[in-house]
T-cell receptor
Framework: LAKTTQPISMDSYEGQEVNITCSHN???????ITWYQQFPSQGPRFIIQ???TKVTNEVASLFIPADRKSSTLSLPRVSLSDTAVYYC??????????FGAGTQVVVTP | DTGVSQNPRHKITKRGQNVTFRCDPI?????LYWYRQTLGQGPEFLTY????????KSRLLSDRFSAERPKGSFSTLEIQRTEQGDSAMYLC??????????????FGPGTRLTVT
């Protein structure tokens, strides 16, 4: 499974856009990119997944360049409740998710 | 759809005792996964099932760990002769199948194990 590298932490203010970039230089042709969110004492929650270009849902956008060696999760207009750890994962269709340490996002008023 | 449930939510046990955790996946989800998470780290994959078949086990899963999913419904994870290093949050997740849907896993709230 390809390894990922993402910042340890990011700070933001309410109402701002937060962009978290993840590096996955060894991503395989069949790998998809998936992002999860985790609050303290809860299990992770699926946010978004993509293979290439741009994917958008009601929660976030995922930007993937043509070489797929990185991806950026964009959280529009964050609120205090978006304070959480965000994980970037790559993997094959068996769903054997390999989590890293994630990015701790802290949103302040 | 009531989500993935796990029981118990907390378990405190003495070193050397056996413990068993239960996971009830979302109904009709044929894939079930177990992960372990320690403080400050992301979840680590332990094992997963496709229906009742256990398809893969991580090297993290020593011989003291065993998981079952009889009839492809709920699953149990048993740890024998617990050690202090087993203290962690044990997470269960389920998904509806292979392909891209396997990336969208629904996690339960976890069972926090403390071995004293």
């Amino acid at each position: 499974l390809a390894k990922t590298t993402q910042p340890i932490s990011m700070d933001s203010y309410e109402g701002q856009e937060v962009n978290i970039t993840c590096s996955h230089n060894n991503i395989a042709t069949n790998d998809y990119i998936t992002w999860y969110q985790q609050f303290p004492s809860q299990g992770p929650r699926f946010i978004i997944q993509g293979y290439k270009t741009k994917v958008t849902n009601e929660v976030a956008s995922l930007f993937i360049p043509a070489d797929r060696k990185s991806s950026t999760l964009s959280l529009p207009r964050v609120s205090l409740s978006d304070t959480a750890v965000y994980y970037c994962l790559v993997g094959d269709s068996w769903g054997k998710l390999q989590f890293g340490a994630g990015t701790q996002v802290v949103v302040t008023p | 759809d009531t989500g993935v449930s796990q029981n118990p939510r907390h378990k405190i046990t003495k070193r050397g005792q056996n413990v068993t955790f239960r996971c009830d996946p979302i109904s009709e989800h044929n894939r079930l996964y177990w992960y372990r998470q320690t403080l400050g780290q992301g979840p680590e994959f332990l094992t997963y099932f496709q229906n009742e078949a256990q398809l893969e086990k991580s090297r993290l899963l020593s011989d003291r760990f065993s998981a079952e999913r009889p009839k492809g419904s709920f699953s149990t994870l048993e740890i024998q002769r617990t050690e202090q290093g087993d203290s962690a949050m044990y997470l269960c997740a389920s998904s509806s199948g292979g392909g891209t849907s396997s990336y969208e896993q629904y996690f339960g709230p976890g069972t926090r194990l403390t071995v004293t």
